[in-house]
């Protein structure tokens, strides 16, 4: 490098890390070093300066990706690209007890007889809304392949409730949100009866249906409302995505199509491909919910099989069906953020079709069609309504919209790239390129009435060559680029190794408030109080016939109770209660060959039910690192033979003590008292008061020395009738239960003293 670049680098780097040029000497040299042997450019450091977050640091926003077919959402910060979590939707998911506690069990046999289902094909998550901005509250999504909404509450990060479509056999279009979350929309989309019988392909155009389905959310209480939900029926297009009309066209939605040729392939014919994308145009259903849903109130749509059908006839006697031509097999719909347009992609094209809202509605309110489908329902001329189209490349698929007005973001899969561009004057602004295949994208809160811009994700369906080799079966890329300029830059690759990703949404981090710990003894799925709360101390073991219900809790660093004991053929059920306050505090529990591992977080309560049909001896103990002593958090399942006869005597001990012993334990006990008054004396001599989070750890630190407490009664009670066995093991114990609340403490002492806490007194 000649001295002239040196410089150059130099002077450039102090600049990006924000120093000056004499105090970051060494700092620019060593990144220079850097630099070189990691062969990385300037435009490295700035991207890399764009997305690295340092330790302890936060996300501005936080994404919610689908999982594909591993059923799950994954949460992700942006810009650091960091994975927070996994949630587990439609599929089991160990770390969090989901689909292994008798609780969340009920959340996947929701709709689904036995959980015979245990996967779901995720595509399209998105946010519960208030005026059309993203409100934090809850998450919604689909499972396309057994056609499913789930909701996830954003207080805890866990699904509460599953519903099945009682009319579809696959549902892609959904999860999309009307502006106050009054219904969620999600539209079939291979077509087949609208009931479970079998009926011959000759019959497609006959009998075979699609549709679109507004599922009611009871805002109040954070559930789908499934008795007052209603589905259209559709003509056998292949509905595809669908989108809620905002502002101007608030009370529409819109669903696209493909296949509406209602072409059926194999059997000698021709492959679906070729019939599928044989016509020039498909249609854009446009249903009008708001109209829809008065009808149902009045009591004027029948129910089918349980729930709402609105015909098609109906729908067309009633005005709130029309559908638009769409050309060469669309996919997207994507409504802007004033609700004035609506972008559609041609994936068999190089444009996007802009339609105007205003037209829509005057060909509507004029009765202007230029005539009807097979179905009957009126087709609105594409000439009529159509704003522009816009040249954005070959295969566009899916739209997001920027934080300036008129400005979106348009996937090109073929291209593999993303076009920018001007939706109001129908001209391209800049184009970038992906690597490789892109399907959706995603902007911050894109779908908002007010989206912020700033960032862009492309979500590729191949990886290709972009990371070291795993085998066959490659990660997803999700790639950063940062909009904030006019030109777009990429900044970032992440590999997610875990489904095809399909939609995101990303909401500002500070929307979010989520909870670190339960009400104590709450069911988490239910979101009450469980009725298999247990407190400290009253543990206990009920038996009713071969039923047995074992009401336990758990506690840094031990499971009560810590010996189990049932016969052969007994239906157990576990029910345990973190009783921890302190934030990150879970403890886990899983048994020897059961099938069974929960997740306690701190307050939950959470059940395990199952039947001991072999005796035998069945360790149990905590899976989560809790704690110094996590290793010793176990204790034994014994399944008796039927008719097993005690043995006569007591355990026998494995070590035996003294009162030297004793002695020994009594003067550690001392010292590590010291070193608690020391620091329940720098807390208390701050405003620790002010900071609900040391609240929490005093609290518990404070259970742990009751705790403490009467393990030296009984101690000192032992050594006084001179049993030195028992006084030192419960010395042991009270040893315990100080380091316990010297940790506690601690913890709370550091966050003090980095939280700027001041001194009272
Ligand atoms: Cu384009 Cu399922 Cu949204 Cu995938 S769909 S890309
Ligand atoms: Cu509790 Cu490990």
């Known amino acids: 490098m000649n001295t002239f670049t040196t410089r150059a680098l130099s002077v450039c780097t102090g600049l990006v890390l924000g120093l000056s040029v004499s105090t970051a000497a060494w700092s620019a040299k060593s990144l220079e070093q850097v630099m070189k042997d990691r062969g990385l450019t300037q435009k490295d ?22 999982g594909g077919q591993s059923g799950h959402i994954i949460v992700y910060g942006i810009p650091s690209m960091r994975i927070l979590k996994y949630i587990g939707v439609f599929t089991p998911e160990p770390w969090q007890g989901y689909g292994f506690d008798d609780e969340s069990k009920a959340v996947l046999a929701m709709d689904n007889p036995g959980t015979k289902i245990k996967f779901g094909d ?59 979350s009054e219904y969620i929309m999600s539209a079939a989309q291979y077509a087949a009866p609208l009931d479970d019988s079998f009926v011959p392909l000759e019959d497609f155009n006959d009998k075979y249906r699609g549709g679109v389905t507004y599922w009611k959310f009871d805002n109040k209480e954070g559930r789908i409302d499934k008795a007052n939900s209603f589905t259209f029926e559709l003509p056998p297009y292949s509905q595809d995505l669908s989108d809620a009309g905002k502002g101007a066209s608030y009370g529409w939605g819109f669903t696209n199509s ?66 638009i031509p769409e050309p060469k097999s669309p996919h997207g719909v994507d409504v802007n953020p004033k609700g004035t347009h609506i972008i559609v992609s041609g994936k068999l094209d190089s444009h996007a079709w802009v339609y105007s809202w205003d037209k829509i509605q005057k060909a509507i309110k004029n009765k202007k069609f230029e005539s009807k489908d097979p179905y009957g329902i009126p087709i609105i001329a594409m000439k009529d309504v159509l704003h522009t189209q816009v040249q954005v490349g070959l295969g566009p698929l899916h739209t997001q919209y920027d934080s300036k007005e008129c400005v979106v973001y348009t996937s090109i899969y073929v291209d593999s790239m993303v076009t920018k561009w001007d939706y109001c004057k129908g001209k391209v602004l800049d184009q970038i390129h992906i690597h490789y295949n892109i399907g959706h994208l995603v902007a911050m809160e894109g779908d908002s009435v007010s989206p912020d811009g700033k960032y862009l994700i492309a979500l590729n369906k191949l990886a290709i060559d972009r990371f070291n080799p795993v085998g066959p079966l490659h990660p997803q890329n999700h ?30 981090a500070d929307k979010l408030k989520p909870e670190v710990r339960y009400k104590s003894g709450w069911d988490s799925r239910k979101d009450k109080r469980s009725p298999w709360k247990t407190r400290a101390g009253r543990e206990k073991v009920v038996r009713n016939g071969n039923k047995v219900d074992v009401y336990g809790t758990v506690i840094r660093s031990h499971i009560t109770p810590e010996i189990i004991e049932v016969e052969e053929g007994d239906t157990v059920s576990l029910h345990f209660t973190n009783l921890e306050r302190a934030e990150d505090e879970t403890h886990g529990f899983a048994v020897y060959s059961q099938n069974v591992q929960l997740s306690l977080e701190p307050g939950k309560t959470v059940s395990a039910t199952f ?16 704690s110094a002593l ?63 989070e040391v609240i929490a750890l005093v609290e518990d630190a404070t259970d742990q020395l009751g705790f403490a407490g009467e393990a030296k009664k009984k101690a000192d009670a032992y050594a006084a009738k001179g049993d030195y066995q028992n006084a030192t093991l419960w010395a042991g114990q009270h040893w315990q239960y ?24």
């Open 611 to 626: 039947t001991a049909d072999k005796a035998g001896v069945y360790p149990y103990y905590c899976t989560e690192f809790c």
């Open 258 to 323: 493909f296949c509406s040729e209602r072409y059926v392939g194999g059997k000698g014919r021709p492959p679906f491909e070729a019939g599928c994308s044989a016509k020039d145009t498909d249609f854009m259903q446009v249903t009008n919910w708001k109209k829809a849903a008065e009808l149902v109130a009045a009591g004027k749509v029948k129910k089918v099989n349980g729930s709402y059908l609105i015909p098609i006839k109906q729908a067309v006697k009633e005005g709130l069906l029309y559908l």
């Open 738 to 761: 100080q380091v316990k609340t010297a940790d506690m403490g601690l913890r709370a002492k550091t966050f003090l003293e980095e939280h700027g806490a001041k001194k009272v007194k």
């Open 122 to 180: 995720v595509h399209h998550p998105a946010f519960s809304e208030t005026k059309g901005e993203y409100d934090g509250r809850y998450l919604f999504t689909n499972d396309k392949a057994n056609p499913r909404i789930a909701v996830i509450d954003l207080k805890d990060f866990e699904t509460k409730q599953i519903v099945a479509n009682p009319f579809f056999k696959s549902e892609h279009g959904g999860a999309f949100v009307t502006p106050n």
């Open 45 to 66: 450091i700035l991207a890399a300066a764009k997305t690295y977050t340092p330790t302890g640091g936060r996300d501005e926003y936080l994404a919610f990706a689908s």
């Open 479 to 508: 790639q950063l680029i940062d909009i904030s300029g006019d030109k777009m830059e990429l900044l970032y690759d992440m590999p997610i190794p875990l489904g095809e990703p399909h939609y995101v949404v990303a909401i500002k």
């Open 630 to 692: 996590h290793l010793e958090m176990q204790g034994y399942l014994l399944v008796k033979p039927k008719g097993y006869k005690a043995k006569a005597g007591a355990l026998k001990v494995g070590q035996k003590y003294t009162k030297a012993d004793f002695d020994k334990q009594v003067k550690t006990n001392v010292d590590t008292q010291a070193v608690i008054d020391s620091v329940v004396g720098f807390i208390t001599s701050h405003n620790y008061k002010d900071f609900p």
